[in-house]
Structures are given as structure tokens and as C-alpha cells.
């Protein structure tokens, strides 16, 4: 009775370190595999991607301007990417302010204000490619979805259409908030609300051919001009000296100063 027990003692004795053993074993193992796990986590996020984007743009002097961009981003670590992107803004509209009641091309321009005065605006397109570069600070919030916090410059080429053709080039900053949405291994839907500071300065005002009458009711033959200092339209007599008075009036800007809205689709490889 007593061999029998001092045999079963023996036994829990000698388990002991085989248990401790085991438990160590898989510790260890635990260890050695996470780091390998954690790599390829990695490896799945640190794909090149290629997106197409798509919205809507806003601008302080422009308004709407259709909004697009494709860009490749690379992977500096786990969370952080660099893009390159190239864009396209895109709108057309009028510049409006008051006239004295004149007419253009013999076509009333716009709406009576009272007393003779008449809003008007001349049709013009604006038009400009962005290269951008913007760091893309990535959260996950579980496998499928990531809150993305970016900030970058741009270079931009513009394009203003009126009477005339000018091109004029601008620098700027842009920033803002975007999330994304995992669909498959390599595909994510993505969204993103940026803000960019950009002015282009020093576009020359465009006369516009056309007539006013005079207190009789005669037509008067000579252009239309819009005075950004005033912010009016303006009527001058066909003298033969047209291009001397419109090289003193005063430059414009046009600012891109605005939001933009833009969803579509990231594509790894």
C-alpha cells in the first residue's frame, strides 16, 4: 500500500516537468509564429495601389467643378502611403454683375434691376490638371475598414477660356479626412472630402464685342468688359483704342479655394 502510493507520487512528480515543458513549447511557438503572422498582415498591406476617383469640386470663384483623379500609392509602412496623382477640374459658367442696361450681339444680357440697370454674364470654361502628392495616414478599424487622415501639395496647370485662351500655373496645399471599405482581397471602395488652397493670379479681362443704345434709342457699336474692382459690367465706344485701355484695368484672380468630394476604387498588386 505504501510502495503503491510512493509509486503514484513519483509519477505526479516526474508529470510535472513534462507539463511545464509543454506549456513552454507552445509559448514558444505562439511567439515564433506571430511575428510571421504579423509579416504577412504586412504584406497584404503594403500593396501598390491604383485608384480611380470621381465627384463633385467646389471653388470660390468657379463654383461647381467636376472632380477627378487616378493615383498610384506606395506603402512606407504599416499604416503610412505615399500618392502620386494626377486630376482633372472642370467647369463652365458666366461671370455675373450689374450693366447699365445695355445689350450684347443685339441679345438683352440678362435681367432688369431697376432704373436701367441689368444683370448680366458672359460665358466662359475653366479647366485644370493637378500633379499631387499626398501622405495617407491609415487607421484600421477591423479587416474590412480604415479611417484615412491625408494632407499633400499640388502643382497645378489651368485653363481659362474666354474671348481669349490664358494659361496660368498655381502651387497649393491640400488636406482632408477619406475612408475605406474592403470588397476583396485586393479591391477597396474608397471615399475621401479634401480641401485645397490654390489662386491663380493675373488673368486679363476679355472685351466682348457688342452694342449699348444711347438716350435716343440708337445703337451704339463697341464692347462689354467686366471691372473686377466694381464688380460691373462696363460699356465702351469702339474708338480704334480698345487694346491700350484694356491693358491698365486690373488683372483677376481665379481662386480653387474649396471642398472636394470624391469616391471610387483602389486596385492592388
Not at 113 to 134: A, C, E, K, Q, V
Not at 186 to 198: C, H, T
Request: avoid cysteine.
Amino acid at each position: 500500500m505504501i510502495d503503491s502510493e510512493m509509486m503514484e507520487e513519483k509519477m505526479k512528480t516526474q508529470s510535472r516537468p513534462s507539463v511545464l515543458l509543454a506549456v513552454f513549447l507552445f509559448l514558444s511557438g505562439g511567439m515564433a509564429t506571430a511575428p510571421l503572422s504579423a509579416q504577412s498582415d504586412r504584406a497584404k498591406d503594403r500593396s501598390i495601389y491604383f485608384g480611380l476617383m470621381g465627384g463633385y469640386g467646389h471653388s470660390e470663384t468657379q463654383g461647381g467643378l467636376a472632380d477627378l483623379k487616378a493615383e498610384f500609392s506606395l506603402p512606407l509602412s504599416g499604416s503610412l502611403s505615399l500618392g502620386l496623382g494626377l486630376g482633372y477640374l472642370s467647369g463652365s459658367g458666366q461671370s455675373h454683375g450689374m450693366g447699365y442696361g445695355g445689350m450684347m450681339g443685339g441679345m438683352m444680357g440678362g435681367m432688369m434691376n431697376g432704373r436701367g440697370n441689368i444683370t448680366m454674364g458672359l460665358d466662359h470654361s475653366f479647366r485644370s490638371t493637378p500633379l499631387t502628392l499626398t501622405a495617407y495616414l491609415r487607421r484600421p478599424l477591423g479587416y474590412s475598414l480604415g479611417i484615412i487622415l491625408q494632407g499633400g501639395v499640388g502643382y497645378y496647370w489651368g485653363r481659362y477660356q474666354d474671348i481669349s485662351l490664358q494659361r496660368k500655373e498655381a502651387f497649393g496645399p491640400h488636406f482632408g479626412l477619406g475612408a475605406d471599405f474592403r470588397i476583396a482581397r485586393n479591391v477597396l471602395i474608397v471615399g475621401e472630402a479634401s480641401y485645397r488652397f490654390v489662386r491663380f493670379r493675373g488673368f486679363q479681362v476679355d472685351p466682348h464685342p457688342g452694342f449699348d443704345l444711347d438716350d435716343q434709342g440708337h445703337p451704339m457699336d463697341g464692347f462689354w468688359y467686366f471691372d473686377q474692382a466694381d464688380n460691373r459690367y462696363h460699356f465702351r465706344l469702339d474708338d480704334g483704342h480698345m487694346d491700350e485701355f484694356m491693358r491698365g484695368l486690373q488683372p483677376f484672380d481665379i481662386s480653387l479655394n474649396g471642398l472636394s468630394l470624391r469616391a471610387g476604387l483602389r486596385f492592388g498588386f
